[in-house]
């Protein structure tokens, strides 16, 4: 059997997990660059500048635009729901996959990286319980997932999702 080779924005967004919001007036400079990131990619000025305005489209621009796919990073990355409109649309996930999100007041967006025995998705993401990390999602909350790589469509092996571990608790608001 062969290893896959991670794909490239899965690798940017693995390599800052940890990565936290820092309470009161201090800002985390990792989360400010995911910002300033997203910004220039879709070649705007930058009017956010703090970690606390929800950051999970921050997360997933930096995450594309470090492996150079500035082209399916929308214009408002900073709206959760917009992410649904990028790239190819997909009828069931894939790793590496986007997937955007319902919640109450607003969205969630964050990247597929596999799935756990209770059938839950395993998300990787910022703003997820106010870090980076790869959390389980009731699938129930999918409103689209989106394939935003190199090719119009991931690999069919892709869509054999890894088995994670995890606790179940599903992930219910990530503002």
């Given at each position: 059997?062969?290893?896959?080779?991670?794909?490239?924005?899965?690798?940017?967004?693995r390599?800052?997990?940890?990565?936290?919001?820092?309470?009161?007036?201090?800002?985390?400079?990792?989360?400010?660059?995911?910002?300033?990131?997203?910004?220039?990619?879709?070649?705007?000025?930058?009017?956010?500048?703090?970690?606390?305005?929800?950051?999970?489209?921050?997360?997933?621009?930096?995450?594309?635009?470090?492996?150079?796919?500035?082209?399916?990073?929308p214009?408002?990355?900073?709206?959760?729901?917009?992410?649904?409109?990028?790239?190819t649309?997909?009828?069931?996930?894939?790793?590496?996959?986007?997937?955007?999100?319902?919640?109450?007041?607003?969205?969630?967006?964050?990247?597929?990286?596999?799935?756990?025995?209770?059938?839950?998705?395993?998300?990787?993401?910022?703003?997820?319980?106010?870090?980076?990390?790869?959390?389980?999602?009731?699938?129930?909350?999918?409103?689209?997932?989106?394939?935003?790589?190199?090719?119009?469509?991931?690999?069919?092996?892709?869509?054999?999702?890894?088995?994670?571990?995890?606790?179940?608790?599903?992930?219910?608001?990530?503002?």
């Open positions: 059997m062969t290893t896959q080779t991670e794909l490239e924005w899965v690798a940017n967004g390599a800052k997990i940890g990565t936290y919001e820092i309470k009161g007036s201090k800002h985390n400079p990792v989360i400010l660059a995911m910002w300033q990131l997203g910004f220039q990619a879709t070649k705007q000025k930058q009017w956010i500048n703090d970690d606390e305005t929800a950051w999970c489209g921050a997360f997933t621009a930096y995450c594309m635009a470090r492996a150079g796919l500035d082209k399916h990073i214009k408002a990355f900073y709206r959760a729901k917009e992410w649904a409109s990028v790239g649309s997909l009828n069931k996930p894939a790793y590496g996959a986007i997937v955007v999100f319902s919640r109450s007041g607003g969205g969630h967006v964050g990247l597929v990286v596999g799935k756990d025995s209770r059938g839950n998705i395993m998300v990787l993401g910022g703003n997820q319980s106010n870090a980076v990390n790869i959390m389980p999602f009731a699938t129930s909350r999918v409103l689209a997932y989106r394939w935003c790589g190199t090719q119009k469509l991931p690999n069919a092996s892709r869509y054999n999702l890894p088995l994670l571990n995890s606790n179940g608790k599903v992930s219910t608001n990530e503002a």
